[in-house]
Nanobody
Framework: QLHLVESGGGLVQPGGSLRLSCAAS????????IGWFRQAPGREREGVSC????????HYADSVKGRFTISRDNAKNTVYLQVNSLKPEDTALYYC?????????????????????WGQGTQVTVSS
């Protein structure tokens, strides 16, 4: 089966950190831009951070700039999202997606359900 699997979420206090992972199973991430998206209850899914196929181009939502860092390790077929200085408003279900036909910035601007692959999500809860 071809799919993406997110992991690394959890419950963390404000100011804390997590490292989210997006691992591909059954296919290589080398040919895909990868995006992290999140959806909080009652809100639309939004782009958080995206990275190009080569890793040379990244994009961040204004709300996470300076706190989140996206990276990819193609040898491990995994993309990471380091999330630091977490705030309660970061609480959401975090998803990763893969697209073979878009750029990092374009991918983040539109959480398109037609992207090639979507994971099932990992929950991040920021609370004291």
């Amino acid at each position: 089966q071809l799919h993406l699997v997110e992991s690394g979420g959890g419950l963390v206090q404000p100011g804390g950190s997590l490292r989210l992972s997006c691992a591909a199973s059954g296919f290589s991430l080398d040919y895909y831009a990868i995006g992290w998206f999140r959806q909080a209850p009652g809100r639309e899914r939004e782009g958080v951070s995206c990275i190009s196929r080569s890793g040379g181009s990244t994009h961040y939502a204004d709300s996470v700039k300076g706190r989140f860092t996206i990276s990819r390790d193609n040898a491990k077929n995994t993309v990471y999202l380091q999330v630091n200085s977490l705030k309660p408003e970061d609480t959401a279900l975090y998803y990763c997606a893969a697209s073979s036909i878009t750029t990092a910035q374009a991918m983040c601007s539109r959480p398109d359900p037609e992207y090639d692959y979507w994971g099932q999500g990992t929950q991040v809860t920021v609370s004291s």
